[in-house]
């Protein structure tokens, strides 16, 4: 076995182990996890139905006014981590659900080594993918059922086919170039803010529009193009228009999830970074000072980070998670800079891994001790004791997706405003042949006076076949007849 495998494969191990036990940092998973997962056991089901409009539960988002685009339609979601989980649910490997995200996080070091290394030399690709390793933004996600890391997976790729082909002149590259641009705008939407970089990156390298005459980049578009083929027939489908699904997905952005302030980002910068985003804004400020933005490999990271991180600023809602997509340009340019410092570097090296370690083990602790409450183990052995209810079950909560994902029982939401008649004649005209069963907990977020008539309403005209009371968490079953 080569050295640079075995390296490769020591590299995947150490990152993947490091996933793995944030994990575990929390007892369950959060609502947009369990969307994920159970569009997967659905299309494991039925491979063409992309949608919760016939599947027993809900991932009621507002329409925004315009309710062609809204639910029960499910293409405002990227399809590929879904489609990705499905084959896991086919062949019941359910248990690697939860590491899937954590596996492809393990991969894209691999990644990032191969990209440094294509970018510069065989030191700057372990010192990018050391640090890779151990960001703690790319850690975190690694560990969710979401779709940052999975789209920063296939950017990767893209950035090496592209390298690959149109710096080095691999005309095999030069069309995957095309096929990984595709998945990664299937994995997450923001592909999109990804293409504008390799355009800018020809102008600036070519200073002409001569790039447009290699024939390649054309069947790279058409390559591009084709992936995608399978995407477009959805949307004329669901939508009526081939690019439908997009469409729904740039109009929920716009009206979901809250305005965060332009400078979000620097705001949590050591959370998501710790030391190394500081070492990146000093091995900036070398490049400047050195004038090292003329080498290509250095300017198309700098675009890379530049435009990416400004379309996300730009964007009114912000979470940390949508910048991952500039994670590898942070650990190789600052790999790039620990490889041009010419002592103490392996000091330095040792000092950041420490800082970092330290880092992240605070935050999992954090994590651990905000996700293991009282109230979350209440909630998920109630989940527990309705998994084992009757197939021919409906029940009632305010967490659809996640009982969904728990107990593949039948769900929907409680009445709002809440109103015990309106439960009992929901249960009269659709569900008087199935068992009912009301999840009422602390989990539930309402006033406490709506909160308070809710359990009494429930004590005094059901049945409670499950409690579980600790010191500062609670949840109950009731069984309701029709």
Same mark, same amino acid.
């Given at each position: 076995?080569?050295?640079?495998?075995?390296?490769?494969?020591? =590299?995947?191990?150490?990152?993947?182990?490091?996933?793995?036990?944030?994990?575990?940092?929390?007892?369950?998973?959060?609502?947009?996890?369990?969307?994920?997962?159970? /569009?997967?056991?659905? /299309?494991?089901?039925?491979?063409?139905?992309?949608?919760?409009?016939?599947?027993?539960?809900?991932?009621?988002? #507002?329409?925004?006014?315009?309710?062609?685009?809204?639910?029960?339609?499910?293409?405002?979601?990227?399809?590929?981590? #879904?489609?990705?989980?499905?084959?896991?649910? *086919?062949?019941?490997?359910?248990?690697?659900?939860?590491?899937?995200?954590?596996?492809?996080?393990?991969?894209?070091?691999? +990644?990032?080594?191969? !990209?440094?290394?294509?970018?510069?030399?065989?030191?700057?690709?372990?010192?990018?993918?050391? !640090?890779?390793?151990?960001?703690? $933004?790319?850690?975190?996600?690694?560990?969710?059922?979401?779709?940052?890391?999975?789209?920063?997976?296939?950017?990767?790729?893209?950035?090496?086919?592209?390298?690959?082909?149109? %710096?080095?002149?691999?005309?095999?590259?030069?069309?995957?170039?095309?096929?990984?641009?595709?998945?990664?705008?299937?994995?997450?939407?923001?592909?999109?803010?990804?293409? #504008?970089?390799?355009?800018?990156?020809?102008?600036?390298?070519?200073?002409?529009?001569?790039?447009?005459?290699?024939?390649?980049?054309?069947?790279?578009?058409?390559?591009?193009?084709?992936? *995608?083929?399978?995407?477009?027939?959805?949307?004329?489908?669901?939508?009526?228009?081939?690019?439908?699904?997009? &469409?729904?997905?740039?109009?929920?952005?716009?009206?979901?999830?809250?305005?965060?302030?332009?400078?979000?980002?620097?705001?949590?910068?050591?959370?998501?970074?710790?030391?190394?985003?500081?070492?990146?804004?000093?091995? =900036?400020?070398?490049? /400047?000072?050195?004038?090292?933005?003329?080498?290509? %490999?250095?300017?198309? +990271?700098? &675009?890379?980070?530049?435009?990416?991180?400004?379309?996300?600023?730009?964007?009114?809602?912000? @979470?940390?998670?949508?910048? =991952?997509?500039?994670?590898?340009?942070?650990? =190789?340019?600052?790999?790039?800079?620990?490889?041009?410092?010419?002592?103490?570097?392996?000091?330095?090296?040792?000092?950041?891994?420490?800082?970092?370690?330290?880092?992240?083990?605070?935050?999992?602790?954090?994590?651990?001790?905000?996700?293991?409450?009282?109230?979350?183990?209440?909630?998920?052995?109630?989940?527990?004791? $309705?998994?084992?209810?009757?197939?021919?079950?409906?029940?009632?909560?305010? @967490?659809?997706?996640?009982?969904?994902?728990?107990?593949?029982?039948?769900?929907?939401?409680? #009445?709002?405003?809440?109103?015990?008649?309106? !439960?009992?004649?929901?249960?009269?005209?659709?569900?008087?042949?199935?068992?009912?069963?009301?999840?009422?907990?602390?989990?539930?977020?309402?006033?406490? %006076?709506?909160?308070?008539?809710?359990?009494?309403?429930?004590?005094?005209?059901?049945?409670?076949?499950? @409690?579980?009371?600790?010191?500062?968490?609670?949840?109950?079953?009731?069984?309701?007849?029709?």
């Amino acid at each position: 076995m080569k050295r640079e495998t075995k390296l490769l494969i020591l =590299l995947f191990i150490i990152a993947f182990i490091i996933r793995s036990i944030f994990v575990f940092s929390t007892p369950m998973q959060i609502w947009d996890e369990t969307v994920y997962a159970n /569009l997967g056991y659905d /299309l494991s089901n039925n491979l063409l139905d992309y949608s919760v409009a016939n599947n027993g539960w809900s991932d009621f988002i #507002p329409s925004g006014g315009d309710n062609f685009y809204a639910w029960p339609k499910m293409g405002f979601r990227a399809p590929l981590l #879904p489609y990705l989980l499905m084959p896991l649910y *086919l062949f019941h490997l359910n248990f690697l659900v939860i590491f899937f995200i954590a596996i492809i996080g393990a991969f894209s070091v691999c +990644l990032v080594y191969l !990209l440094g290394k294509k970018l510069f030399n065989e030191k700057v690709a372990l010192y990018s993918a050391i !640090l890779f390793l151990l960001i703690p $933004l790319h850690i975190i996600y690694s560990a969710k059922i979401l779709t940052g890391v999975l789209f920063t997976f296939f950017v990767l790729l893209t950035f090496f086919s592209f390298w690959k082909g149109y %710096e080095e002149n691999n005309k095999k590259h030069k069309v995957l170039f095309g096929i990984f641009l595709a998945l990664a705008l299937l994995s997450r939407y923001t592909a999109l803010w990804i293409m #504008p970089i390799f355009l800018l990156y020809f102008l600036a390298r070519d200073k002409s529009l001569k790039f447009l005459k290699d024939k390649y980049l054309w069947y790279s578009i058409l390559a591009f193009f084709g992936t *995608l083929i399978p995407w477009f027939i959805y949307g004329i489908f669901e939508y009526n228009n081939p690019i439908g699904a997009f &469409i729904h997905g740039a109009k929920a952005s716009a009206y979901w999830g809250g305005l965060q302030s332009w400078h979000f980002f620097f705001d949590y910068w050591w959370q998501m970074f710790s030391i190394i985003g500081f070492i990146f804004a000093i091995a =900036l400020i070398y490049i /400047l000072y050195k004038k090292e933005f003329f080498k290509r %490999e250095i300017y198309l +990271l700098l &675009i890379w980070f530049a435009f990416f991180l400004g379309m996300a600023i730009y964007m009114p809602h912000k @979470e940390d998670r949508f910048i =991952l997509a500039i994670v590898p340009t942070i650990a =190789l340019i600052s790999g790039y800079f620990i490889d041009k410092i010419k002592k103490y570097k392996k000091l330095i090296l040792i000092g950041i891994i420490l800082i970092t370690l330290f880092s992240l083990s605070s935050q999992f602790y954090a994590t651990y001790n905000n996700s293991y409450t009282d109230t979350n183990k209440c909630f998920l052995e109630g989940n527990k004791f $309705l998994e084992n209810a009757g197939e021919n079950s409906v029940i009632i909560t305010d @967490e659809s997706s996640v009982v969904y994902y728990y107990t593949k029982k039948e769900t929907r939401f409680y #009445p709002n405003p809440w109103s015990y008649e309106t !439960l009992k004649n929901w249960i009269k005209s659709s569900y008087s042949d199935k068992e009912v069963y009301v999840l009422f907990g602390d989990y539930i977020i309402k006033p406490e %006076e709506e909160y308070n008539q809710i359990k009494e309403d429930l004590e005094s005209n059901s049945e409670k076949v499950f @409690e579980c009371s600790k010191e500062s968490g609670y949840s109950a079953i009731y069984k309701i007849s029709a």
